[in-house]
């Protein structure tokens, strides 16, 4: 159980373009979920809170305008990178919460964008 | 606010051997502590976590940290290294405490582990 999905995997896209990315808790209603950025051989990043039927919370210098974030239902959470640029070349990775899992986080397998 | 620091960005070890990851974490409240692994272009998969129950705390794949209070640590072990375990691998805390800080999790810079034949 809790199995978290991400789509797509890979992503190539043109600078100047958007790419949307999907988050799918696959098994389990998800009230929050999370975006995380990592660069090469560095850490997570959270970029923000995504909580269903409400604004997304930006983390400090992550531009909202940039990377719009939709929780439209309990199962899916979206990442649209506007007008994308080489430097927005990472890998993003999604968590979901389970309702009865307030202090644990559930994965998805990352998509990794690389801007031309 | 909360942060955590991995000793160590490589580590490398024989199969068989002993690993040890270590993990050091400040928090001002009683925290929550994760050790994840990531294999290459995958996502975090969760190894064990400590929740304010027993303070040793075993996980998959025969790994097992310990929480140390008066240390401030969390440090990540097995027994016997098998080559499978060459991963990444993050320590990471939530701090307990409600409110905006629900459910954040704050992870380390990451240890790489390697395991030699």
């Known amino acids: 159980g809790a199995v978290v999905s991400q789509h797509p995997s890979r992503v190539i896209c043109k600078s100047g373009t958007s790419v949307k990315i999907e988050c799918r808790s696959l098994?389990?209603?998800?009230?929050?979920m999370f975006w995380y950025r990592q660069f090469p051989k560095q850490s997570l990043m959270l970029m923000a809170t995504?909580?269903?039927?409400?604004?997304?919370?930006?983390e400090q210098g992550v531009e909202k305008d940039k990377f719009l974030i939709n929780h439209a239902s309990l199962t899916l959470s979206t990442l649209t990178v506007t007008s994308a640029h080489p430097e927005d070349s990472s890998f993003y990775i999604c968590?979901?919460?389970?309702?009865?899992?307030?202090?644990?986080?559930?994965f998805g397998p990352g998509t990794r964008l690389t801007v031309l | 606010a909360q942060s955590v620091t991995q000793l160590g960005s490589h580590v490398s070890v024989s199969e068989g051997a002993l690993v040890l990851l270590r993990c050091n974490y400040s928090?001002?409240?009683?925290?929550?502590l994760f050790w994840y692994v990531q294999y290459p272009n995958q996502g975090l998969q969760l190894l064990l976590k400590?929740?304010?129950?027993?303070?040793l705390v075993k996980g998959i794949n025969g790994f097992e940290a310990e929480f140390k209070k008066s240390e401030t640590s969390f440090h990540l072990t097995k027994p016997s290294a098998h080559m499978s375990d060459a991963a990444e691998y993050f320590c990471?805390?939530?701090?307990?405490?409600?409110?905006?800080?629900?459910?954040?999790?704050?992870f380390g810079q990451g240890t790489i582990l390697t395991v030699h034949p």
């Open positions: 968590s979901a919460i389970p309702r009865a899992y307030y202090n644990e986080q559930f």
């Open positions: 098994d389990f209603q998800a009230t929050t």
């Open positions: 995504s909580n269903e039927g409400s604004k997304a919370t930006y």
């Open positions: 928090s001002s409240v009683p925290p929550y």
């Open positions: 400590y929740t304010s129950a027993a303070t």
């Open positions: 990471a805390v939530i701090t307990n405490a409600g409110g905006t800080s629900y459910g954040k999790l704050t």
